[in-house]
């Protein structure tokens, strides 16, 4: 493996190369973060979806694969304000889309994940289980949950989407920061989905934090190839964070319908749509965001009731045949993806950023 210049960030975490697969919950597997891991970079397990008997397993299987250093991200979120009238107009808006696959929609939605915030077995399963690195999607953790971590020895990083939500999670205690570009795919990490997105790109963002805070700065969003992270770290970025370009590899749990979109023309039109899940979140265009284009922000309930219903017809669909519905996430350098082993993208990636730091 080709040697890169270093940083404390990397050397605290066990990492030979500046590399972070991201933690693409229902899509990053164990097989994936330990084929990232023993490459040298940071493989992560999404966990938001899971509860903490199902994280526990993930946990375990990667550690069945690998030694190296394991990112375990959780989501926290504000918990759901659940509004029946809204969900019911919810609903009867989906109706068609059901009715197109041949179903009825649910009769009821459900809050279906729970928040950090609020979820003490997953926090005391962390405890128990001590993975080198746990991150945080769409919020603070409380003071409680950060010091607890922290006095078992987990290093701690955390998404922000703007100077303000960098610095309320620098002030918490966290040990780095994820700089979340508008480019990156999947959910944006912006604290409150209803207040004003300033939608700052990646490289702007990553330059910004890393000459305003004290804490190093891991540039996230449209990265796809060693050029890319090279030129995070000249920005003063400590590593990359790439989740698109997993998505295609082998160990990925993207279906069949998602990887053949994914290496289509929709690659070239990802938007952000919070339809599918209730928040804002980068898909590649498909059904599901051609059909929610016009519908305004206050007609959704709230995240993750309105996944439920998300779910539910992206499973009507597959069901049916079609696979326009599923939470297809991807960035805006989705045309960049390739296919091919984890392992065998870490070569080419490691490859590819040597190259681009020995050009300058």
Do not use: C
């Not at 004290?214 to 964070?241: E, W």
Request: aromatic share 6%; proline share 6%.
């Amino acid at each position: 493996m080709p040697a890169f210049p270093s940083s404390p960030l990397l050397e605290r975490l066990g990492m030979r190369a500046p590399i972070i697969q991201a933690p693409m919950a229902g899509v990053s597997s164990p097989a994936m973060a330990a084929a990232v891991s023993e490459s040298g970079g940071l493989g992560s397990l999404g966990v938001g979806a899971m509860n903490a008997s199902q994280a526990r397993d993930a946990i375990r299987q990667f550690r069945a694969l690998s030694s190296g250093p394991l990112n375990v991200n959780v989501f926290v979120h504000r918990p759901a304000h659940a509004d029946a009238q809204k969900e019911a107009a919810w609903l009867q808006r989906l109706a068609p889309e059901f009715e197109r696959a041949g179903t009825k929609p649910p009769s009821v939605l459900r809050e279906i994940y729970t928040s950090f915030l609020a979820d003490d077995d997953m926090l005391a399963m962390l405890l128990e289980e001590k993975p080198k690195v746990v991150s945080f999607h769409f919020g603070v953790p409380r003071a409680d949950q950060i010091a607890a971590l922290h006095q078992a020895g987990i290093v701690l990083l955390a998404s922000a989407t703007t100077v303000r939500e960098a610095q309320l999670l620098e002030a918490a205690g966290v040990d780095a920061i994820v700089a979340q570009g508008y480019e990156a795919g999947g959910h944006r990490g912006i604290f409150d989905p209803d207040g004003e997105d300033s939608r700052i790109g990646s490289f702007a963002l990553t330059r910004v934090l890393a000459r305003m805070l004290k804490l190093p700065v891991i540039a996230a969003g449209g990265i796809m190839d060693g050029a890319g992270i090279a030129a995070a770290l000249r920005l003063g970025a400590a590593g990359a964070q790439l989740g698109t370009a997993f998505v295609g590899t082998d160990e990925s749990l993207a279906d069949a319908g998602f990887r053949a979109l994914l290496f289509s023309d929709a690659a070239h039109h990802t938007t952000m749509t919070r339809v599918i899940s209730g928040r804002p979140a980068r898909s590649l265009a498909n059904a599901f965001t051609q059909w929610g284009a016009n519908v305004p922000d206050d007609a959704v309930p709230d995240y993750p009731i309105t996944y439920d219903a998300g779910k539910a017809l992206n499973a009507a669909g597959k069901a049916a045949g079609q696979s326009g519905y599923g939470a297809h996430w991807a960035g805006q350098g989705a045309p960049l993806a390739r296919a091919m082993s984890a392992r065998a993208l870490m070569q080419v990636l490691q490859d590819e950023l040597m190259r681009a730091l020995e050009a300058n």
